[in-house]
């Protein structure tokens, strides 16, 4: 037995734990929550280290992980690695990557799908591809263009009577 008296730890003023349990295959409005730059086990490579929030449905709140190898002494993994760091920079608008803070609050389409055998046997979500969130919204105090006439919106003829005084 243990003593937690002095713990102070009161369930109602705690948010329970969220389900670990890996979401359904599918598209998710995403944020970036966290990114960070790490070495790999061995030492020899590094990896980014991302995490992403789902932001609407059924699945809001949950989170997301993934890795992207940026450096290693496998060829084919640094171009795989590149290649999916380059469709997660298009996907949110970061056109030349200096730093991680750049993906942190970017919102974006999330490919996820399942892998049944993942962690320990246990599934897991694999991230599998990234998507703009959609048009982009115009900046602040931005005026937007007018729009564009058409033919259907021909003005009405203006009547040409010169008997008019003015």
Same mark, same amino acid.
């Given at each position: 037995? /243990?003593? &937690?008296?002095? &713990? /102070? #730890?009161? @369930?109602?003023?705690?948010?329970?734990?969220?389900?670990? *349990?890996?979401?359904?295959? /599918?598209?998710?409005?995403?944020?970036?929550?966290? @990114?960070?730059?790490?070495?790999?086990?061995? =030492?020899? =490579?590094?990896?980014?280290?991302? !995490? #992403?929030?789902?932001m609407g449905g059924k699945f809001? %709140?949950?989170? +997301?992980?993934?890795?992207?190898?940026?450096?290693?002494?496998?060829? !084919?993994?640094?171009?795989? /690695?590149?290649? *999916? &760091?380059?469709a997660l920079c298009r996907a949110?608008? +970061?056109?030349? &990557?200096?730093?991680?803070? !750049? #993906?942190? %609050?970017?919102?974006?389409?999330? =490919?996820?799908?399942?892998?049944?055998? %993942?962690?320990? =046997?246990?599934?897991?979500?694999? $991230?599998?591809?990234?998507?703009?969130? %959609?048009?982009?919204?115009?900046?602040?105090?931005? $005026?937007?263009?007018?729009?564009? !006439?058409?033919?259907?919106?021909?003005?009405?003829?203006?009547?040409?009577?010169?008997?008019?005084? #003015?």
């Amino acid at each position: 037995m /243990g003593d &937690l008296s002095d &713990l /102070g #730890f009161n @369930a109602d003023n705690v948010e329970p734990a969220r389900s670990r *349990e890996p979401v359904p295959a /599918g598209d998710y409005m995403a944020m970036v929550m966290d @990114a960070n730059v790490n070495t790999t086990k061995a =030492g020899t =490579g590094k990896y980014l280290k991302l !995490q #992403f929030e789902i932001m609407g449905g059924k699945f809001a %709140g949950r989170w +997301i992980w993934t890795n992207i190898n940026t450096q290693n002494p496998n060829s !084919q993994a640094v171009e795989i /690695g590149h290649a *999916e &760091l380059s469709a997660l920079c298009r996907a949110v608008g +970061i056109a030349e &990557l200096t730093d991680t803070t !750049q #993906f942190i %609050g970017k919102t974006l389409l999330l =490919g996820v799908q399942v892998d049944p055998e %993942g962690y320990n =046997g246990k599934p897991t979500n694999d $991230v599998v591809g990234y998507q703009a969130a %959609g048009p982009a919204s115009p900046r602040p105090n931005t $005026v937007p263009a007018p729009p564009a !006439q058409t033919t259907d919106q021909v003005p009405p003829p203006v009547d040409q009577d010169d008997s008019l005084p #003015f």
